[in-house]
């Protein structure tokens, strides 16, 4: 068991970990898992989506906006399709630091990357957002481009946190060609059930869940450039040519990506 970890407490990279059908979680976060999955039939399939969002942005940042270095803060425990898997197949040189405030994560992620080049993990907490840039300078030069990946993490501030400050304080760490990528859980589809969600997940999970509307969520990329298609629906983000987006009431998802010019 790692250090600091308590495994009675559900926690939200286990619990999500678990979501995404992965082995790194313990009893109390698959009881959570049973709950939220019997609330809300699409728990499941809004991580997958999730987590395809991610990878398809990656993607677009290494391949098309030419991005070779990236900071992945919430990174989650190590799944399929990792942030430094998706960008070092576009180029093996590219650099990934993830920052997570889970010491499961911490372990898991150390023991994965043992033989990556190019990557580092370490634990740092989004609300103390100096620490983790100081500690990412040393493995990232920031007077180049740098994505800075907050996939799924926003929404575990609420307002009185002022997680506008904190991608204020990233975003003013870039320089021109740096990238802000995020999504963010949202109650606005019209449906209650991922307000039920976000009401049981808050009661269960070490974090709370605080869902944001559109217009809150695009607010995060103020001061970038959008890239296109700007903060829309995370699978209607760039879909892969061919297939079919999920209904976005199967995945309550705000998605985007801004650039810094
Ligand atoms: C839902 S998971 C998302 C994982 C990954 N970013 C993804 O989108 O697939 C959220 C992650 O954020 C981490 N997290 C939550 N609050 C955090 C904070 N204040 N600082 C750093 N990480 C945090 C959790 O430990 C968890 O691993």
Known sequence: ?????????????????????GKDNYESDRQVLQLLNDLYPHAAATARENRAWLGRAVRYLAEEAGVRQFLDIGAGLPTQENVHQVAQAVDPSCRVVYVDN?????????????????????????????AILEQAREHLDFSRPVAVLLSAVLHFFT??????????????????????????????????????FADTYSQRV????????????????????????????????????GTTPRPVEEAPVYAGVGRLV
């Open 1 to 21: 068991m790692p250090k600091g970890v308590d495994p009675t407490v559900p926690s939200s990279a286990r619990v999500y970990d678990a979501l995404l059908g």
């Open 102 to 130: 889970d010491p499961v994560v911490l372990s898991h992620g150390q023991a994965l990357l043992a033989g990556s080049k190019n990557v580092t993990v370490f634990e740092g907490d989004l609300a103390d957002v100096d």
């Open 159 to 196: 307002d009185d946190q002022d997680p506008y400050r904190l991608v204020a304080r990233l975003r003013g760490a870039l320089s021109p060609g740096g990238h802000i990528a995020l999504s963010h859980g949202t109650g606005d589809i019209g449906s209650e059930d991922s307000k039920t």
């Open 206 to 241: 070490s974090s709370s869940l605080f869902l944001r509307d559109h217009a809150q969520v695009s607010a995060f990329l103020d001061g970038l450039e959008p890239v296109e298609p700007g903060v829309v629906h995370a699978v209607h983000w760039r879909p892969l040519p």
